[in-house]
């Protein structure tokens, strides 16, 4: 089969075997695959698969089932599916766990399919299995044009809450508004703490990837009791606390990560995600964000465009 390998961070198509597939899994003819921001680490040497998982780039994929494990339920044959992948997804085929596989919506694109599983999924981990977020409630979003944070916008706005995002510039705060944002700050020329306070705003949650120095402003806005999950650390790995301000409102403070959980995890994660929310991805009310289709060959412009920041949602590779 064709892939995509990466040798001295240069992306190129090399040709390797097909994967030999486990009881548990399926082989996936790959449609379009979702790019993320670990792939771009990963080319880089920053981000290395962990062990087990396929040394070829990519998270996640939409694509047909073309053959089943010995342990697989045989209705699985020839459907059309969007999936987390354990790495590979940058192939012709990739071999995925069955249990972690979700049916394509006839309403849905194949490139559709390709953008909602690592962001919905980690969203969908951060506002309610960790953030616990409720109706009525309000979240916080940082990076809210991005991926994730269209996501997470979106299923709050489902949920009945209340959103803010912080996004880099004027388009990206209209973007995220065009999603179901609430309140929408450009970081660059507004201070997201002066806005809420002003409109006396306080957040119940709070998704973060920026971390260092938005630790001790976040906590400035949370309401009491306030879940704050940190998904990333954009601004540094280090940062001065205020632990009284923590204490005084007894915040939570989650650190999460995706792609090094376990199968089991995983698994449990599909399942509670469709069970909320599948009905509405067939009723066509989630908008996939798609922000550019590329055919796989231009995957080194896909990794320029999430490493510029320039997208406001998914970037997506199409396998021709």
Same mark, same amino acid.
């Given at each position: 089969?064709r892939?995509i390998?990466?040798?001295d961070?240069?992306?190129?198509?090399?040709?390797?075997a097909?994967?030999v597939?486990?009881?548990?899994q399926?082989l996936?003819k790959?449609?379009a695959?979702?790019?993320?921001r670990a792939?771009?680490?990963?080319r880089?040497?920053? /981000?290395?698969a962990p062990?087990g998982d396929?040394p070829?780039?990519?998270?996640e994929?939409?694509?047909?089932v073309?053959?089943?494990g010995?342990?697989?339920?045989?209705?699985?044959?020839n459907?059309a599916i969007?999936t987390?992948c354990?790495?590979?997804?940058?192939?012709? /085929?990739?071999?995925?766990?069955?249990?972690?596989?979700?049916?394509?919506?006839?309403?849905?694109?194949m490139?559709?399919?390709a953008a909602?599983?690592?962001?919905?999924?980690?969203?969908?981990?951060a506002?309610f299995?960790?953030?616990?977020l409720?109706?009525?409630?309000?979240v916080?979003?940082?990076a809210?044009?991005?991926g994730v944070g *269209?996501a997470a916008t979106?299923m709050?706005?489902r949920? *009945?809450?209340?959103?803010v995002?912080?996004?880099?510039s004027?388009?990206k705060c209209?973007?995220?508004k065009?999603l179901?944002?609430d309140?929408a700050?450009n970081?660059?020329?507004?201070?997201?703490?002066d806005?809420m306070?002003s409109?006396?705003?306080?957040?119940?949650?709070?998704?973060?990837?920026?971390?260092g120095r938005?630790?001790?402003?976040n906590?400035?806005v949370?309401?009491m009791?306030?879940?704050i999950?940190?998904?990333?650390?954009l601004?540094g790995?280090f940062a001065?606390v205020?632990?009284?301000?923590?204490?005084?409102?007894r915040?939570?403070?989650h650190?999460?990560?995706?792609?090094?959980r376990s199968?089991a995890?995983?698994?449990?994660?599909?399942?509670?995600f469709?069970?909320?929310?599948?009905e509405d991805?067939q009723a066509?009310?989630?908008?996939?964000?798609?922000?550019?289709?590329l055919?796989?060959?231009?995957a080194?412009?896909?990794?320029d465009i999430?490493?510029?920041?320039?997208?406001a949602?998914?970037?997506?590779?199409f396998?021709?």
């Open positions: 089969m892939y390998s990466h040798q961070q240069q992306l190129t198509l090399s040709e390797t097909k994967p597939l486990q009881a548990h399926v996936v790959v449609a695959i979702g790019v993320n792939d771009c680490m990963q880089q040497g920053k /981000y290395p062990d396929s070829i780039l990519g998270l994929c939409a694509g047909t073309i053959e089943l010995g342990d697989v339920e045989p209705h699985w044959l459907k969007f987390l354990a790495g590979g997804a940058y192939s012709e /085929y990739v071999a995925v766990d069955a249990l972690q596989l979700m049916p394509l919506a006839e309403t849905m694109t490139a559709d399919g909602v599983s690592e962001v919905y999924l980690t969203a969908y981990s506002l299995q960790l953030g616990q409720q109706v009525g409630q309000t916080l979003l940082h809210g044009a991005s *269209g979106q709050a706005k949920m *009945g809450a209340t959103v995002i912080t996004a880099g004027d388009e209209a973007h995220a065009s179901g944002a309140h700050i970081y660059k020329t507004d201070d997201f703490v806005y306070q409109h006396n705003l306080t957040a119940n949650v709070i998704v973060d990837p920026v971390s938005y630790l001790n402003k906590a400035a949370a309401a009791d306030c879940q999950i940190m998904l990333a650390f601004d790995r001065e205020d632990f009284a301000r923590l204490l005084q409102k915040i939570s403070f650190a999460s990560t995706l792609r090094n199968q995890f995983k698994r449990q994660l599909r399942d509670e469709m069970a909320m929310f599948y991805l066509g009310h989630f908008n996939f964000n798609i922000y550019q289709s055919p796989w060959q231009q080194s412009t896909a990794h999430l490493e510029r920041n320039e997208n949602g998914k970037v997506v590779l396998v021709e």
